[in-house]
């Protein structure tokens, strides 16, 4: 099994700036990708930013130029930075890892952004 725990949420208010941290732990078999994804109330779930073994990083439209998603691969963490931040980022934020034989998602962390 695996295990993502993430950290680094909170309240900020806007043009302020947090940095989420995801590790991993676990029977990890090959990372496919890992990504952040988050789901604000009333809304569906949607990508954040993701980082696949071997290719380019890709982010939502509403994100570019403000997050950046980077991966320690020895630790087995993805980050998070998100900057200018603004209230419509307000949503949980889930870490997704997948790997060769399942994908696996944490239990979310709470970033709220005050006007």
């Known amino acids: 099994q695996v295990q993502l725990v993430e950290s680094g949420g909170g309240l900020v208010q806007a043009g302020g700036s947090l940095r989420l941290s995801c590790a991993a732990s676990?029977?990890?078999?090959?990372?496919?990708?890992m990504a952040w994804y988050r789901q604000a109330p009333g809304k569906q779930r949607e990508l954040v930013a993701a980082m696949p073994n071997g290719g380019s990083t890709n982010y939502a439209d509403s994100v570019k130029g403000r997050f950046t998603i980077s991966r320690d691969n020895a630790k087995n963490t993805v980050y998070l930075q998100m900057n200018s931040l603004i209230p419509e980022d307000t949503a949980i934020y889930y870490c997704?890892?997948?790997?060769?034989?399942?994908?696996?998602w944490g239990q979310g962390t709470q970033v709220t952004v005050s006007s």
């Open positions: 676990g029977n990890i078999f090959r990372v496919v990708v």
């Open positions: 997704n890892l997948v790997d060769l034989r399942n994908n696996y």
